[in-house]
C-alpha cells in the first residue's frame, strides 16, 4: 500500500498559502464553472456550493449517487521509524493499533483537553500515515504534529496540495466505482483505504464517507482529477449521479448525526463534553497531550454530567440555527449546534447541546427560541436517519 501511496506524493506541489490571500482553487475549479455551479468561500477555498437544487442533490446522495469534490480537505503525511509513537503522543487515540490498509477517526487535543481538529488518520504502509484535518483546521493541525514530532525519529510532511480528493457516495456507488477498476472494492470495509487504479487513473481508494450513505473517497494527483470526475460522471449517467455540493454535505451529514467542527466540537469542549469520549484512548501506552486534562474531565463528566448532544425533530415549519437557544419552563436549557430542513423527514432538524435533565428522547417542553418565538421541538435520538444495509 505504501508503494502506491508514495506514487502520490508530491513533487507537483505548489505553495500552500496563497501569498495574495486570494482564495484558492481545487483542480476542479473550471469545470464546477462550467457545470453552472454557485461558488462559496469555505476555509479560504472557492468550493461549489450546490449546481442546481440542493433537496436535489441531497435526494440523489441518499436513492441514487452524489459526486463531491473535498479537495479543501487537509492532507498531512507522517513518516520514519517513530511515525505511530509520535502520532500516539501527539493524537488521543490509539494510532500505533492501526493495521496497515486501515483508518480510524480520532482527535487532536490541546494540553488543557480542547479539541483543535476531528482527523481521520489511515494507515499507508508500516511506517507512513496520512492524517486528513478539516478544512479549517488544517494549517493548525499542520503545526501542532510539527511542533509535536520535536523528539521523534518522525517526518511531518504538508501534503495538501499534493492531492485531489473526489468522493462518490449513495447506493449507487459500489456499481459506479466497480466499472471503472478491479480493486477489490468488495473486501474494502468501512473505515479502509486500498491503492488501485481508477477509470487508469492511481487513487488511494478509501472507504470513509460522511454523508451516512456507502460511498468511496478517491485521493488522486490534482492532473488526473478533471479525467476522474468525468469518468465518474460518465459511469453514473445510467444511474441517477449528479454533482453535489457543500450545501447538501451538511444536510446529509446533519440527518447522519455526525458533528462538524465549529458546531459541535470546539476548543471550548473536550471529547468528553462532546459525548465522543470513546476516541480517549487511556490504555495506550505512554504519555500523550492532554491526558491529565482530559482524565479530570472524564471524571468530572462521570459525577456532572455535561449537557448531552441530541436530536431536535420540529413539530412546525421554522428553522433553527446554530446559537439558537433551547429552553424549558421559561429557561434557557442548551443551545442548538446546528439546524437544517431535513428533505429525507420532511421537516426541521438540530443538533444541540441540552442539559442531562431534558436530554432522554421524547422529553416534552422542549422548544427553541427562534426570534422571541418558542417554537415547539421534539427531543429525539442521534441519528436522525440510518441507511438499509
Known sequence: MGRTALALRAPWRRPTVSSTGELRHTALDALH???????TDFAGWDMPL???SERDEHTAVRTKAGLFDLSHMG????????????LDFALVGNIGGVKPGRARYTMICRADGGILDD??????????YMVVANASNAQVVLEALTERAAGFDAEVRDDRDAYALIAVQGPESPGILKSLTDADLDGLKYYAGLPGTVAGVPALIARTGYTGEDGFELFVKPGHAVELWQALTKAGQGVGLVPCGLSC??????EAGMPLYGHELSTSLTPFDAGLGRVVKFEKEGDFVGREALREAAARAEQNPPRVLVGLAAEGRRVPRAGYAVVAGGEVIGEVT???????????????YVDAAHAAPGTSGVGVDIRGSHEPYEVVALPFYKRQK
Open 33 to 39: 464553472r462550467s457545470l453552472g455551479a454557485t461558488m
Open 50 to 52: 450546490r449546481y442546481g
Open 75 to 86: 492532507e498531512i503525511t507522517v513518516t520514519g521509524p517513530q511515525a505511530a509513537a509520535l
Open 119 to 128: 482527523l481521520i488518520v489511515y494507515r499507508l504502509g508500516e511506517t507512513e
Open 249 to 254: 454535505r451538511d444536510t446529509l451529514r446533519l
Open 338 to 352: 446546528s439546524g437544517a430542513p431535513s428533505p429525507t423527514l420532511g421537516k426541521p432538524i438540530a443538533m444541540a
